[in-house]
């Protein structure tokens, strides 16, 4: 789940309401299966992995997340959660591979265990990187 920009002061409401949101879930197993894209064919802007496993845990573990941001104040996206990796963003106006997801349908990767929930902070610029500021375990 994207925030976006999270004021300094509800950092720490925030973390109290993840809380019981993470105590909830159960142990999750997951795996990469398959690709998509969204965006159409001819002007895709995202490539993402599927996953497949305890899907209807996570999705439930996603509706509770949202539910704590809301509950201090935070705007969370109003759409169906769609559980997926983003593997990369195609950059408007240049060339893009709109059939990399089909080459993809048939991939499926090694099953990981879910560890845990963790909230990021990116820094965003030439030079990316991200800071972690919080984690839950899960399961």
Not at 9 to 16: E, I, N, Q, S, V
Not at 18 to 26: H, Y
Not at 92 to 97: E, F, L, N
Request: glycine residues 12%; proline residues 12%; aromatic residues 8%.
């Amino acid at each position: 789940m994207f925030l976006g920009e999270v004021p300094a002061p509800l950092l720490t409401p925030l973390r109290a309401a993840v809380t019981p949101a993470a105590d909830g879930t159960p142990p999750l197993s997951l795996q990469l299966a398959g690709a998509g894209r969204f965006g159409s064919r001819r002007r895709p802007s995202v490539c993402w992995a599927g996953l497949t496993g305890d899907v209807p845990e996570l999705t439930a573990l996603a509706g509770r997340l949202a539910a704590a941001a809301r509950s201090v104040g935070l705007t969370v996206e109003d759409r169906p959660f769609r559980a997926h990796l983003t593997v990369g963003r195609w950059r408007p106006g240049q060339p893009a591979d709109g059939d990399l997801p089909e080459r993809l349908a048939g991939y499926r990767g090694p099953v990981w265990p879910v560890t845990g929930v963790v909230l990021w902070r990116s820094h965003l610029g030439p030079e990316p990187r991200y800071e972690r500021v919080a984690a839950w375990p899960v399961g």
